[in-house]
C-alpha cells in the first residue's frame, strides 16, 4: 500500500511477533484474534490506546470495503461487490448449502486467461490480490453476515494459480487454527490449466480440491475457447491432474460449462467421458456440469433440457455427473459482471 506500512493482516503469529517486539506475548495473541474477526483498529478495545496508535501508524488491515450487497429472497444467497484500497472492484458470493456455508471468492483484479465466455477476463487484468485481501473477503462476509463459513471455493474473478504464492498464503492463513479455521479439504481450488503450478500445488502438502475448468474434450475446440490449452494441452493437463492424485489422494473435479451448440450433443458427452476414462484410470473424478451464465457479447447460452440430457449420457458411461444448482437466481449476474458495471469497464 502507500507510506510502506506493513500490510499486517498477511502475517502468521510469528510474524506479527516480530513486528510486536516490545509488547508481550499475549497482545501479539490479542491482536491476531481481532485481525481474524474482521475487526479494525478502533475496534480493538481491549488494547491499549497507544498501541492501537502506533500500529495505525506502522501498518495496515487490508480489509474489503462493501460497496453493494445483494441478498437473494429464494434462497439467502449474498452476492458482495468489494471495493480494494485502491479502487479496484472485486466480487464475493456467500452460498447457504446443507453441508455448510460457502464463499466463492476473488483472487486477482481482473484476469489475462482470456476464456471466450467469462465475465472477468474481458477487460484484462489489473493486478493480484494479496492474501490478505483474499482472507478479507471471507472475514468481512463472515462479520457482516454473522455466518460461520466453513467452505471456500477459489472460483470468483481471477487465476488462483497466476497468482501462485500470495494463493499458498492465504490458504495457510485461512487453515489457522486460531484464525477462521478452514479445513484444507474444505476449500476448492479452480484453475483453467496453468499445468506447471498444478505440479507445483500437488508437492505443497495443501489437500485442497483441485477444480480443472475443461468446457471442451478436444484440443482444437478447447483451443478456441480457452487460450491457455494452446501453451498446455488436455493430454498435458490431464496428466498433472494425475500427478495431483498420486500426491495427494485427492479426487479431482472438472468444471464442464454446458453451451448450447458448441459442447452440449450427445457426442461430445461421449468423447468426453472416453477421454476422462481412458486419461485417469482408477483416479476417482467427478464432472460439474454448469449451465453458462449468458454474458453480454458472448452470445452463449444452456438449454436445460440438454444440460440433463449431458448428464445422462455422462451417467450412462459411470462418468459421475452433478449440474451446478444454481443459487441466487433474483439476483443473478455472472462473476466479473458487476466489477464491470462499477468500474465502467
Ligand atoms: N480462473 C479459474 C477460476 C475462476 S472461474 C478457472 O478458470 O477455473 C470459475 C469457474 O466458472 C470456471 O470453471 C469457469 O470456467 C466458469 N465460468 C466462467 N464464466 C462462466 C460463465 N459465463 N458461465 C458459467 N461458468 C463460467
Redesign the pocket.
Known sequence: MTDNKIDILSLFPEELGKVLENEPKYRVKQLFDWLHKGATFDEMTNLPKKMREELQEKTYVALPQILKKYVSKVDGTVKYLFRLFDGQCIESVVMKYKHGNTICISSQAG?K?G?K???STQNGWVRNLTSSEMLGQVLVAQKDTGLRISNIV???I???LDNYDNVMRFLRLVNLDDGVNIGLRHISL???GVVDKIYALAEESLPVTL?I?L?HSNDKDRSALMPINKKWNIDELLTACKVFFEKTGRRISF?Y?VIAGVNDNDEQANALADLLLKKLPGIPFHVNL?P??P?EGTGFTSGIKNVMQFQAALEKRRVNATIRRKLGSDIDA??GQLRRQEMNL
Request: one cysteine or more; glycine letters at 8%.
Open positions: 484476469c486467461m476464456c465466455f467469462c465475465a477459489l472460483m470468483g481471477g487465476e488462483p479452480s484453475t483453467c477444480s475448468s468446457h468444471e460449462a454448469i453458462v451464465n454474458v455472472s462473476c
